[in-house]
C-alpha cells in the first residue's frame, strides 16, 4: 500500500512566524504535490514537484515555497503566515500518468 | 463555464437505493478521469480510475461519454458507509498527470 505521510495533523501558528508542513511518501513517486482545501473552493493546487530539485507553480503559490532535496521528501513552506492561510493542507504524490494518494492532511490554524 | 462541475448535493437516499452522480468537463482533450471519495475531515481517496469503455467495481458503476464531456458515478444499494463527498478529477493532460482539475464534490448522506 501507498503510504504518504505529513508531519502534523494540527498546526496552530501565530501571524508572520515561519512555518514547515512536511510530507514523506514511501513508495519512490516522482510526483509530489501540495494543496489547500477550503470549504466551497475544494482543492487547489499550491506547487508541484516531478522531480528532486525541481519544483513548478500551482493556482495559488502566494506567500508560500517549496523544497524537495530528496525523492520521497516534500516540504512546503510558508515564510510568514498569515490568518487567510489557515486551513487544510494534504500532501499527494504519484507516478507518471497514474492517480494521486494523499496524506492524512495538517489542519493548519494561523491565529 | 467551469472547468469540472458537479451538482454539490446533498443527496440523500435510504440504504439499499441505487444513486448516481454527473460530473461535465470542459476541456474536449482531457485524458484521464478518478473518482475519489472524501470523508468529513479526512484525504481524499481514490474510489475508481474510469475508463473510456466504463468499469464496475462491485456496486460502483464510473462510466465515460465522451461526446457530452461527462462522466457518471453509480452506486446500487447504497450503504451507510457509503456517506461521503464524492469528488470528480479530470487529468487534461497526455503522457502526466500534474495539474488534476478537481470539481467541488457531491455530497451523498445514506439515511437508515
Not at chain 1, 524537495?68 to 510568514?80: A, G, M, Y
Not at chain 2, 472547468?3 to 439499499?16: A, S, T
Not at chain 2, 469528488?87 to 482539475?101: D, E, M, S, T
Request: some cysteine; aromatic content about 12%; hydrophobic content about 30%.
Amino acid at each position: 500500500d501507498v503510504k504518504v505521510t505529513q508531519s502534523s495533523r494540527y498546526l496552530v501558528k501565530r501571524t508572520g512566524e515561519k512555518v514547515f508542513l512536511e510530507c514523506v511518501q514511501d513508495m519512490d513517486h516522482e510526483n509530489m504535490f501540495w494543496y489547500r482545501q477550503d470549504p466551497g473552493l475544494g482543492l487547489r493546487l499550491i506547487y508541484f514537484s516531478y522531480d528532486v530539485k525541481m519544483k513548478e507553480k500551482g493556482d495559488i503559490p502566494e506567500g508560500y515555497s517549496v523544497s524537495r532535496e530528496k525523492k520521497e521528501r516534500f516540504s512546503l513552506i510558508l515564510e510568514s503566515a498569515s490568518t487567510n492561510q489557515t486551513s487544510m493542507y494534504l500532501c499527494a504524490s504519484s507516478a507518471g500518468i497514474h492517480e494521486q494518494y494523499f496524506g492524512p492532511g495538517t489542519r493548519l490554524t494561523v491565529t | 463555464r467551469k472547468e469540472v462541475e458537479q451538482d454539490p448535493g446533498p443527496f440523500n437516499v435510504p440504504e439499499g437505493a441505487t444513486v448516481a452522480f454527473n460530473c461535465t468537463y470542459s476541456n474536449s482533450a482531457s485524458q484521464s478521469f478518478f473518482w475519489y471519495r472524501q470523508d468529513c475531515r479526512k484525504e481524499p481517496k481514490l474510489l475508481m480510475s474510469v475508463y473510456s469503455s466504463g468499469n464496475e467495481d462491485g456496486r460502483f458503476t464510473a462510466q465515460l461519454n465522451r461526446a457530452s464531456q461527462y462522466i457518471s458515478l453509480l452506486i446500487r444499494d447504497s450503504k451507510l458507509s457509503d456517506s461521503a463527498t464524492y469528488l470528480c478529477v479530470v487529468n487534461p493532460n497526455a503522457g502526466n498527470n500534474r495539474k488534476l482539475i478537481w470539481g467541488l464534490g457531491t455530497s451523498l448522506a445514506v439515511n437508515p
